[in-house]
């Protein structure tokens, strides 16, 4: 393992160009549930009931159930050393871009500064019939909550069965498919069109890193088994010192 973070560190450092593509893993070490992993929000409710747009049409309290407690605490929760290190990868001038399907702003919070939020933001939320804008955590109570003009109000993320911004989807392609190395971080990589980026890193001729406590990507040209919050700081430490 420790030659496998020395073989990482020794391809990073150099580079100028890099894109990390994040999953719900990332943010697992700042007590924020995953979906699929064990213990994962899934485990016990059926995303085609609570987190489609299908559904929240039909029942809106049922997506407030799952998310209603994190939006109305949204300060509370906070970056972990994973995000951290992303975040000064960034500043050391060698990340350009974290892509992320979290949809907790913790990569912000932390300090990096081009994140594309690929499946939205709980931050950011909206009446239905009036489009009335809140910012987490200020939201009326209720589940679901509803606007004063009496509309229901709905978090800016994509649910499933919602399309994906074209404007950022066209800014997580550019950023992979002009990368050199690209960090595949605690996601499954399973959920479209995220899963395919690696692909067209990898087609462009970037070197994937996968770093997850079980493989998901199975192209990956190196596979670091390890929490986020454990991994990514000791290869920013070792860049540091190759760097000196
Ligand atoms: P997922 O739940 O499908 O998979 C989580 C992955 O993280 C698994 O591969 C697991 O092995 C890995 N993992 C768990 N703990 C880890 C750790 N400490 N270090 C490294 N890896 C770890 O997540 P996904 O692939 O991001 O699924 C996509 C959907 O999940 C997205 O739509 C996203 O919006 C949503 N989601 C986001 C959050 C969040 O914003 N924090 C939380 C839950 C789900």
Sequence with gaps: MEHLYSEISRLLAPLHHCTAL???GISAESG???????GGLWETYDPAIYASIEFFRKDPSK?????G???RNYDSYQPNAAHYALAELGSMGILQAVITQNIDGLHTKAGSTN???IHGSLRHIYCLSCGAKFTA???PEGLPPYCACGGVLKPGTVLFGEQLSQDVLLQARQASATCNAMLVIGTSA???PAA?????AQQNGAKIIEINIEKAFPDADYFLQAKAGIALPRIVEKIKKIRQ
């Design 22 to 24: 994040t999953g719900a």
């Design 32 to 38: 924020i549930a995953t979906f699929r992993s064990k």
């Design 63 to 67: 997506y407030w159930t799952i998310r």
């Design 69 to 71: 407690d994190f939006i």
């Design 115 to 117: 994140v594309i939020e």
């Design 137 to 139: 955590p200020h939201v």
């Design 190 to 192: 399973v959920v479209q």
């Design 196 to 200: 395919s980026l690696p692909y067209l």
